[in-house]
T-cell receptor, first 112, second 116 residues
Framework: ELKVEQNPLFLSMQEGKNYTIYCNYS?????LYWYRQDPGKSLESLFV?????AVKQEGRLMASLDTKARLSTLHITAAVHDLSATYFC????????????FGTGTRLQVTL | GAVVSQHPSRVICKSGTSVKIECRSL??????MFWYRQFPKQSLMLMAT?????????EQGVEKDKFLINHASLTLSTLTVTSAHPEDSSFYIC????????????FGPGTRLTVL
């Protein structure tokens, strides 16, 4: 079964703190995406990770990929309230005609 | 670039009626479009993949006679929810891809469907 699991499902953190969201997937993938979703809105693309060891950073967010462990992380540095949103990872599994399988999502709440 | 629009953004209808949702790629030609459904506080679930000029491919458990998908041109796909019921109430999101398998999907803003 093609599964993508994220943890935690919900994360409440204070401004200024660091934290990591984990994304585990079940089998070989071609690439992995991270998206942000604000309430009532659609998805905003954050990162695409293509190969083992890939690391991408944008502002306070950094994503990495370990294909051997089938694990991606989204690290938040010095969180600010504006980062409050739901974050999804999504995997394109090999041989699935480029379909995205989404993770369960992590709802991040950054408190002042 | 790579803008995808959806219309309407919000629709409320009575049980038993049909609702059509449009998904348009505004500045590129979308060879493939995808339709997702998202229930409150849940993830996105792929409903179907549509390729221009051919029949849509539905995911397991999605009724093709209830969710009619048409992809008549390279910039437009439509999803028609036939004989809608309250359990069809959801957020429907389309995405479009402009090229081959490794190209990125661009997401529309979503359509909130409420069936009374």
């Amino acid at each position: 079964e093609l599964k993508v699991e994220q943890n935690p499902l919900f994360l409440s953190m204070q401004e200024g703190k660091n934290y990591t969201i984990y994304c585990n997937y079940s089998t070989t993938s071609d690439r992995l995406y991270w998206y942000r979703q604000d309430p009532g809105k659609s998805l905003e693309s954050l990162f695409v990770l293509l190969s083992n060891g890939a690391v991408k950073q944008e502002g306070r967010l950094m994503a990495s990929l370990d294909t051997k462990a089938r694990l991606s992380t989204l690290h938040i540095t010095a969180a600010v309230h504006d980062l409050s949103a739901t974050y999804f990872c999504a995997v394109v599994y090999t041989g699935t005609a480029s379909k995205l399988t989404f993770g369960t999502g992590t709802r991040l709440q950054v408190t002042l | 670039g790579a803008v995808v629009s959806q219309h309407p953004s919000r629709v409320i209808c009575k049980s038993g009626t049909s609702v059509k949702i449009e998904c348009r790629s505004l500045d590129f030609q979308a060879t493939t479009m995808f339709w997702y459904r998202q229930f409150p506080k849940q993830s996105l679930m792929l409903m179907a993949t549509s390729n221009e000029g051919s029949k849509a491919t539905y995911e397991q458990g999605v009724e093709k006679d209830k969710f009619l998908i048409n992809h008549a041109s390279l910039t437009l796909s439509t999803l028609t929810v036939t004989s809608a019921h309250p359990e069809d109430s959801s957020f429907y999101i389309c995405s479009a891809r402009d090229g081959g398998g490794k190209s990125e999907q661009f997401f529309g803003p979503g359509t909130r469907l409420t069936v009374l």
